[in-house]
T-cell receptor, first 111, second 115 residues
Framework: QKEVEQNSGPLSVPEGAIASLNCTYS??????FFWYRQYSGKSPELIMF????GDKEDGRFTAQLNKASQYVSLLIRDSQPSDSATYLC???????????FGTGTRLTIIP | ETGVTQTPRHLVMGMTNKKSLKCEQH?????MYWYKQSAKKPLELMFV???????ENNSVPSRFSPECPNSSHLFLHLHTLQPEDSALYLC??????????????FGPGTRLTVT
């Protein structure tokens, strides 16, 4: 069983709509959760992190965490073509000094 | 310079060459990482350094040799590489408190091609 799972996509969303990206993790002791955006040929860029259950909003981005169900999601409102990228979910477990990354979801925003 | 920098950005080397990748972080972090990202594959953690001490070697072949002289600089020495080692090599840094790591910030990467 993969430790961090994401749907590889591609996920296609019309411009202006809400894009919803999901991630599940296996380590129930995981403490912190991160979303990275990676454009083709570029390095991952941190866009959100969340530590507590519930929602965290930053501009057009909202991260949602549900520790009981072991999933974390990223919502992108008013999607723009520039949001087209691969989104990586990363998780830090209890007593673990490294992040575990998912394989990423490729998102395409259709103009 | 801000954030995490890496040089060179692109490198082409033969299988018998020796080269080094350099990473420098300007964020005041105490941990640094090397990752490998091959085409259409997930990020692979190679090495972790915490306060200059190597704390993780993820079964990386000995033709990759890391060096961390201080908490701001990280090197990856390369020798007798194979064509399958062609990939994007990413450096990252983060702040660690005990065994807990905060968010990692990545450098722009070095695109390595082995011929």
């Amino acid at each position: 069983q993969k430790e961090v799972e994401q749907n590889s996509g591609p996920l296609s969303v019309p411009e202006g709509a809400i894009a919803s990206l999901n991630c599940t993790y296996s380590d129930r002791g995981s403490q912190s959760f991160f979303w990275y955006r990676q454009y083709s040929g570029k390095s991952p860029e941190l866009i959100m992190f969340i530590y507590s259950n519930g929602d965290k909003e930053d501009g057009r981005f909202t991260a949602q965490l549900n520790k009981a169900s072991q999933y974390v999601s990223l919502l992108i409102r008013d999607s723009q073509p520039s949001d087209s990228a691969t989104y990586l979910c990363a998780v830090n477990g209890f007593g673990n000094e490294k992040l575990t990354f998912g394989t990423g979801t490729r998102l395409t925003i259709i103009p | 310079e801000t954030g995490v920098t890496q040089t060179p950005r692109h490198l082409v080397m033969g299988m018998t060459n020796k080269k080094s990748l350099k990473c420098e972080q300007h964020l005041g972090h105490n941990a640094m990482y090397w990752y490998k990202q091959s085409a259409k594959k997930p990020l692979e953690l190679m090495f972790v350094y915490n306060f200059k001490e190597q704390t993780e070697n993820n079964s990386v072949p000995s033709r990759f040799s890391p060096e961390c002289p201080n908490s701001s600089h990280l090197f990856l020495h390369l020798h007798t590489l194979q064509p399958e080692d062609s990939a994007l090599y990413l450096c990252a840094s983060s702040q660690m408190a005990g065994t807990y790591t905060y968010e990692q910030y990545f450098g722009p990467g070095t695109r390595l091609t082995v011929t």
